[in-house]
């Protein structure tokens, strides 16, 4: 008898494989601007923050993009596989803002960061991406869509957090 485990594909397979190849990209250079600096004019403690959001972002849009391929190679999970992923990645979006918006307020009441003037628009767009999770994790609205979106987002905030320690490096013929 000639029992194949047959392959489930998941929607969005190819997104998600190309997500998950951009963002290991990202966490990569991530680190290479962590090690070789970036970020001058800014303090020890903004510039730490800075590369650590921007390989928590990169890394959570790789792991992000990589739950749904394993999940779906469970039989068991297949009918839930968009609601799990959801829940999931809410959880990961809630916490990890609130520990953001914790963590510069600490370095910000000690004059050691100061918030981009378009913080609250980021704080607002994480509000609404994570409510969104939840909805879609209740089955209220499609759950392909909201947590691509989700991941995406991630690699919005590796990218600005570069931008950021790019613009606010001094060049070196002025040193």
């Known amino acids: 008898m000639d029992v194949r485990r047959r392959r489930v594909l998941v929607a969005g397979e190819d997104l998600l494989q190309t997500l998950a190849e951009v963002s290991i990209a990202f966490t990569g250079f991530s680190g290479v601007v962590g090690v070789f600096g970036g970020g001058s004019e800014l303090s020890d403690a903004e510039r ?27 039989e068991f999970a297949n009918a839930l596989l968009w609601p799990l992923c959801c829940v999931a990645f809410a959880g990961f979006f809630i916490v990890n803002s609130l520990g953001v918006y914790r963590r510069t307020g600490a370095l ?24 969104s999770l939840i909805l879609a994790t209740l089955m209220l609205v499609s759950g392909h869509s909201v947590y691509i979106a989700a991941i995406v987002w991630q690699l919005v905030l590796a990218s600005l957090q570069f931008l950021l320690l790019v613009t606010q490096t001094k060049s070196r013929a002025a040193g």
């Open 48 to 74: 730490v923050l800075r590369v650590r959001m921007m390989i928590v972002a990169s890394l959570a849009a790789f792991f992000g993009s990589l739950l749904p391929l394993v999940l779906g190679q469970f």
């Open 108 to 131: 910000a009441s000690v004059g050691k960061y100061s918030r981009p003037w378009f913080a609250p628009i980021i704080y607002g767009v994480n509000a609404l991406i994570a409510f």
